[in-house]
């Protein structure tokens, strides 16, 4: 028998954009569910550095940076790619609104220093991405903490989370604790199977979703909406397949078994226009010895070279950019990362997580030699390339000047530097024994999703919306289409949306 429950928003998913939506809507009196479909609350969000790109706030006023909502527009005027300008702007103009609206309902942020990923008009130095502030876990309420899925390097091998709550994990747990104090409910264990219209041809209101819970089939009414923003697909091998995302799914950044795309399905289902041109967030994944990838960033030293031994990228690109460059060329996946000996044979680079040097080496995910030739051999790289191309890439070093991509001449690419040399971006490769560790294409998400509208409303085909459905997060098509405009962007445009979306169903 299908147990039938009362709300008047529904929210699936529980990372930020989720969290947002369902604090701003408790707040404003409105009875709100979360549905989970695991057991942790904060989905690849609770993984993440808690970086929001939110424009123009007093967070970054406070800070004497030199942001402002016109420049953020001027920025992404430059580097976004025939966008949805009714978006862009509704985006850009709620953002301080709501970094306001969350400090106000107890939410601190702080800005933080990292460089945006285009060299265009508008950037600002440094950055302009706030964050929420620390926080110890025994400050918040256990229904929340007890909950939150720990960090990435913990998570995957089945370990807690820490006493003192940061980035992601401050960003899920303190908005979390205010929506239960709000009077929030969560349901966890409750994977969504359908959503429910008010139509008997599934073409009227939302008016609700269909789950299964382990006792059985559970109907979770909305008489003011329901927020899709649950994630996107990329735990889903055939629907990446189908919808042309490069990767794997066992090199995707998602927790592992969740983001399988069901939710974006029942809209579709029901109707809903999907937009998946964005494809993904991509980034260069440190293979691990499990198969699977970890986000990398950061580059200090080093070179990385394709099958065929040879360089293909300045290796201090943002992630995203080269982990589309990464995609271009099927000789690229994988690729193999090689670095001295400098730093005690750690990657000079930050891979979440690293993981374990023997294990990696016992694996064979990374290999070690004491002639380059050696290692050429180990990899199965032609020897005669590489060792051409890094002799080259040390020329560039002594140099200080990149003759073949550019690495150092941008911002971005010396904010993680520890280099000595003339380019602080350009450390010589020349300290046997030589290590190499093979990367994959990994990704934080898929990126396309349910097309909406300014206020987050999901559209039809004909461009009309479906009433009763919002999305937000990565189950939406991004604001942003296939550019990433800076630390982040994710995070902001999922939260952004999600709260424009509960505006929208307080006004209807």
Not at 201 to 214: L, Q
Not at 223 to 233: D, E, I, N, P
Request: aromatic content about 8%.
């Amino acid at each position: 028998m299908t147990q039938t429950q009362q709300y008047d928003v529904v929210v699936v998913g529980s990372g930020g954009g989720a969290m947002t939506g369902a604090l701003l809507a408790a707040r404003a009196g409105l009875r709100t569910v979360v549905v989970e479909k695991t057991d942790k609350l904060g989905g690849t969000s609770a993984y993440s550095g808690g970086a929001c790109w939110l424009p123009g706030s007093d967070v970054q006023q406070r800070a004497g940076v030199a942001d402002s909502t016109d420049s953020a527009r001027t920025y992404l005027g430059a580097i976004l790619e025939d966008p949805d300008l009714d978006r862009v702007e509704a985006f850009l103009t709620h953002s301080p609104e709501l970094v306001a609206e969350l400090e106000a309902a107890g939410l601190p942020f702080e800005w933080i220093a990292f460089s945006e990923y285009y060299d265009a008009p508008g950037r600002v130095s440094m950055g302009r991405s706030i964050q929420p502030l620390n926080i110890k876990r025994d400050e918040l309420t256990a229904e929340v903490t007890d909950r939150l899925r720990p960090p990435v390097e913990r998570d995957r091998v089945g370990e807690g989370g820490r006493r003192t709550l940061s980035g992601g994990q401050a960003l899920i747990a303190r908005l979390g604790a205010l929506y239960v104090a709000a009077g929030g409910e969560f349901r966890t264990n409750l994977p969504v199977t359908g959503l429910v219209t008010a139509g008997p041809d599934g073409t009227g209101r939302v008016t609700g979703v269909a789950a299964m819970s382990p006792e059985g089939p559970v109907v979770l009414e909305a008489s003011r909406g329901v927020l899709v923003a649950a994630g996107g697909f990329e735990g889903n091998a055939a629907l990446r397949e189908a919808r042309g995302v490069p990767g794997d799914v066992a090199w995707t950044m998602a927790p592992r078994d969740t983001n399988t795309g069901e939710p974006i399905d029942a809209a579709i289902a029901i109707g809903a226009a999907a937009d998946f041109g964005g494809v993904g967030w991509f980034c260069p994944g440190l293979e691990q010895p499990d198969g699977g990838g970890s986000f990398t960033l950061g580059f200090r030293s080093g070179l990385m070279v394709d099958q065929h031994g040879r360089r293909y990228a300045n290796e201090c690109l943002p992630y995203d950019r080269f982990g589309r460059l990464m995609a271009a060329a099927p000789e690229r996946i994988p690729s193999w990362f090689v670095f001295d000996s400098r730093e005690g044979g750690r990657l000079p680079a930050i891979g979440i997580p690293e993981g374990d040097l023997e294990e990696h080496l016992t694996a064979g995910t990374w290999v070690r030699a004491d002639t380059l030739e050696e290692l050429a051999a180990a990899t199965g790289l032609p020897a005669a390339t590489l060792v051409e191309q890094v002799e080259r890439f040390n020329t560039f070093a002594e140099k200080g000047v990149d003759e073949d991509f550019g690495r150092g001449e941008d911002e971005y690419d010396t904010f993680f530097a520890g280099g000595t040399g003339p380019n602080t971006a350009l450390t010589p490769c020349d300290q046997p024994p030589y290590l190499a560790a093979r990367f994959v294409l990994s990704d934080l998400g898929t990126k396309g999703g349910l097309v909406t509208d300014q206020a987050g409303r999901v559209l039809r085909e004909d461009g009309a919306p479906i009433p009763g459905l919002y999305a937000s997060s990565n189950s939406a098509a991004s604001v942003f289409g296939s550019v990433y405009p800076g630390p982040g962007a994710p995070l902001g445009s999922a939260m952004v949306f999600a709260s424009l979306a509960v505006r929208d169903m307080l006004e209807g």
